[in-house]
């Protein structure tokens, strides 16, 4: 049976994996949620107050899109990516399929090509905190939600059945029962009284009572079963308690008994696993033979053989201490047994996975991973270790080689970019994004060369990593290097303080895609400087000068990489120290970025050949270019005498790059909201307007004629053409200190806003805040939509070709905001696009045909297109002709050429 299982999942997967499907639930299906909400009244507490039957029905999924598109033109797509919860991957029996949780999904991987198959989506405000596959039927999935449990038939995407619960649930396990075909939940509820309760119940299509195997009022948050659920292990880190029982009878919850025996650890545990033991159990002690495996934090790990009778033992003589092991150096993030129970693997902030020999005492390693360890498990065959990374990424690896066979990587975001309770309570972090303009589905964003979930520091994550991320596949793409890293290296000095990375502040990319510009920046610590500053003459505070690089970078088609062709150390500079760049820019049409540092001055780069010492270039070297200044602008004279450098500014090309808009900061009353256009051919100042906005400027987008500026304190619309200033009124309770995010679409002639608002309404002392997203019609200045934003916005871009918007939160979620209405252009891509998408056969002929009977009566056009073909096929009969493939690529030459 498990061979024919095995085969026919496979069969699945391969008419599945070539497109992601979606399983939503019936939040959409208003009748069942009706019908479902009716059935929980103020009736007797049942462990599962409803049960629902589901029906899959495509007509009421329609309906509810067609009422929706009739109603707000302007809609938000599915979110791609998601960060993964501090969940324990699941994977099939026969390791065909990978389970990874997102806090309101499920995703489902298929391990032979690590693509993503399906998507099993939970109802809205339904946070995922556990999911099994059903020890009985590898074709069900559990999903444990804070107040549901659904089954699902992950092949297909349905959800069968939910049962709603009277409990808060915090963690879940899930065994099959003694009585063939029954699958029992293990559950830690949380009541209102504070207390916590071990409640199992049948996960059958029937309505079934809850035994309440624990109530304690300890705060028990890992539970752990073993012997088909005879032995239950639950513990809050300190404590652990131990039940135990003969039998489980589910149709009569008087005769289950469980007997508890508590104990305390000696040391705080972060990560424990429990086994059950044959070998003991078959020289008859019964179900009571489990080993436990506990890591602590202070990296140490503890065995406990025949838990019984070491931990719980009530008799001195034979209680006994645990075997104890120590290699790493922090907190022991997880340990498991494996299969045979002669090895433990472990892993934690080290970036190492360690296999222990039980036997011998010998250590094996997996060193120089990507990021730290999270969360390890062992396939049920053995065969293979599943490890989730700090990083969003999840490897499957062999147990012999410890070679991967899959990798699923998710959107790396900084975690210090997660969401928090109060985002007010903190300096809000953006990402530094782009979207490929000749792909526009290619996002590119920088991203952490390690993750540290763990540790609490002040100072914002360095990002010197570039990754790109496909948001139409929901797909890993690649991930490069920016700027050096400790990847590979001890990360730590020895007073154990993180060694930093240099931080990516801008990145930007060219029209064609050709040629990416970033900045990344450098400053050393201070406590690193204590002594220099001591033995020299300056001041500390000079020596804390960041170090600053402008970096040029070609696209290698062959590679698929980016390659680093010019390195500009301080592009801008002021007391014989290197100055901040406050804005990089791209100019349209053309090879050029442009950058503005906090010394005033404005500086044009652009390529060109590379002399070698007066030697002659080859030209096709492909490595001969170099970048270099072109031009600069000195600001100086339009800011105040008081020589205080830049702080804030922004600036944009228009869209044909001729005109370049320049928003500063001067700080004085007479040059508040000061833009400047600025003639990108010579660099010369044509035009000087005060008063366009308050406060300091944020982020400046050309939309056709109009210049839209977001400051601090204002949103305002600059028609350059006849000089008038429209200010737009923001909300009440929006934030000034929280810098606005602008993007604008030439396609659908409209500009987004994104802004954080504080909740007036609470009625706590501290007001939480909530980030809005509007968007503006141009040129009648309307709001045409506006939505409150569930996650903190960390980018916002727009797609010039489909005329999305995107937005990337905390969450490392990523959705297109789009007007139905022009769905029609959607379709229209880039050059490069279309050409691969018309590259058919019947395009191709087509299109010769419609290039010779275009122009007849062009000699040389008719010539050229007519001796093309001619040249291909001529008067040479059938039997004579080359080769099918010879034939197909001579047309597309003669075709192209044309």
Request: charged letters at 20%.
């Amino acid at each position: 049976m498990a061979g024919n299982q095995s085969n026919r999942q496979q069969k699945r997967s391969r008419a599945s994996d070539a497109a992601e499907k979606v399983s939503r639930s019936s939040d959409d299906r208003a009748k069942r949620r009706r019908t479902s909400e009716a059935n929980e009244g103020p009736k007797e507490p049942k462990p599962f107050s409803n049960v629902v039957q589901e029906k899959q029905s495509d007509g009421a999924s329609s309906d509810s899109v067609e009422k929706r598109s009739a109603a707000a033109p302007w809609s938000f797509s599915r979110p791609v990516g998601g960060r993964y919860s501090n969940l324990d991957p699941v994977v099939t029996e026969d390791e065909a399929y990978l389970f990874v949780g997102l806090d309101t999904a499920v995703q489902v991987f298929a391990t032979s090509t690590s693509r993503l198959l399906r998507t099993l989506q939970m109802e809205n405000g339904q946070k995922v905190i556990g999911y099994k596959l059903s020890p009985v039927d590898q074709g069900v999935l559990y999903i444990f939600t804070s107040g549901f449990v659904t089954k699902w038939d992950w092949n297909s995407g349905k959800r069968l059945v939910r049962w709603g619960t009277t409990y808060s649930s915090i963690a879940v396990d899930v065994q099959q029962s003694e009585t063939a075909g029954q699958v029992a939940s293990y559950s830690i509820g949380a009541q209102k009284d504070g207390k916590r309760q071990v409640i199992i119940s049948a996960l059958g299509d029937k309505k079934s009572t809850e035994i309440v195997a624990l109530d304690t009022a300890e705060q028990v948050n890992s539970i752990q079963t073993a012997c088909k659920g005879r032995v239950i292990v639950v513990s809050d880190g300190t404590r652990v308690f131990l039940g135990t029982t003969r039998s489980i009878d589910l149709e009569n919850p008087e005769s289950t008994q469980y007997m508890w025996r508590e104990a305390t650890f000696p040391v705080t545990a972060t990560s424990l696993h429990l086994r059950e033991n044959p070998d003991e159990s078959k020289s008859g002690k019964g179900s009571e033979a489990v080993d436990l495996v506990i890591g602590e934090g202070s990296g140490s790990i503890l065995i406990y053989h025949d838990l019984v009778n070491t931990l719980f033992s009530r008799n001195a003589e034979k209680k006994s201490p645990p075997r104890k092991l120590h290699w790493h150096r922090s907190a022991v993030s997880t340990v498991r047994w494996s299969k045979d129970g002669n090895y433990l693997i472990s892993g934690g902030q080290e970036s190492v996975l360690v296999l222990w020999q039980l036997d011998t005492g010998k250590k094996q390693f997996l060193p120089h991973l990507s990021s730290p360890i999270c969360n390890l498990v062992v396939s049920p065959s053995g065969n293979s270790y599943v490890v989730k990374l700090a990083d969003n990424s999840v490897m499957v690896l062999s147990a012999r080689e410890l070679q991967p066979s899959a990798n699923v990587t998710g959107l790396q975001l900084a975690f210090d970019m997660a969401s928090s309770k109060d985002p007010s309570s903190r300096k809000p972090s953006r990402a530094i994004a782009t979207l490929h303009p000749q792909h526009p589905e290619r996002m590119l964003i920088a991203v952490p060369a390690s993750h540290q979930p763990n540790q609490l520091t002040p100072q914002r994550s360095s990002s010197a990593m570039l990754q790109t991320f496909d948001i139409r596949s929901n797909s890993h793409i690649s991930r490069q290097a920016l700027a050096r890293t400790n990847t590979t290296t001890l990360n730590m000095t020895p007073d154990r303080s993180p060694i930093t990375t240099p931080d990516v502040r801008h990145m930007e990319i060219v029209e064609d895609g050709k040629w990416l510009a970033t900045v990344d920046t450098w400053a050393p610590q201070r406590q690193d400087l204590e002594a220099t500053a001591a033995n020299c003459s300056s001041s500390s505070a000079a020596l804390l000068r960041p170090e600053i690089f402008l970096k040029f970078w070609k696209w290698n088609a062959s590679s698929d990489m980016w390659e680093l062709v010019t390195r500009i150390d301080a592009p801008h500079f002021t007391d014989n120290h290197h100055a901040s760049i406050l804005g990089l820019a791209p100019r349209p049409c053309s090879h050029e970025f442009t950058t503005l540092g906090e010394d005033a001055v404005l500086r044009f780069w652009c390529p060109t050949a590379r002399h070698r010492g007066g030697l002659k270039t080859n030209p096709a070297d492909q490595h001969q270019d170099t970048w270099k200044c072109r031009s600069m602008v000195d600001l100086t004279g339009c800011l105040d005498s008081s020589g205080q450098p830049l702080s804030m500014a922004c600036m944009s090309f228009s869209e044909d790059g001729s005109v370049l808009a320049v928003c500063l900061s001067p700080g004085s009353g007479a040059n508040d909201g000061l833009v400047l256009l600025i003639d990108a051919r010579n660099g010369t100042v044509h035009y000087r307007r005060t008063g366009v906005f308050f406060g300091k400027p944020c982020s400046a987008k050309f939309l056709g004629r109009y210049l839209i500026v977001a400051s601090t304190q204002s949103l305002a619309i600059w028609d350059t053409v006849d000089d008038v200033v429209k200010p737009l009124q923001l909300n009440e309770s929006a934030d000034t200190g929280y810098p606005p995010m602008v993007a604008v679409n030439a396609r659908t002639k409209s500009f987004a806003i994104a802004t954080r608002e504080l909740d007036n309404t609470s009625a706590k002392r501290r007001r939480r805040s909530r980030f809005q997203i509007r968007i503006y019609d141009v040129p009648s200045f309307e709001v045409v939509f506006q939505e409150t934003l569930g996650s903190y916005p960390v980018a916002l871009l727009s797609d010039v070709y489909s005329g999305d918007y995107v937005v990337v939160d905390t969450s490392a979620s990523v959705q297109r905001l789009g007007c139905l209405d022009k769905a029609s252009q959607k379709s229209l891509q880039p050059h490069e696009v279309t050409s691969h998408l018309n590259s058919g056969l019947a395009n191709i002929f087509k299109r010769g045909q419609e290039t010779v009977a275009t122009n007849p009566t062009d000699g040389e056009s008719s010539t050229s297109s007519g001796k093309g073909l001619a040249g291909v096929f001529g008067d040479t009969p059938s039997f004579s002709l080359p080769s099918i493939s010879v034939l197909f690529r001579n047309v597309v030459q003669s075709l192209g050429s044309t």
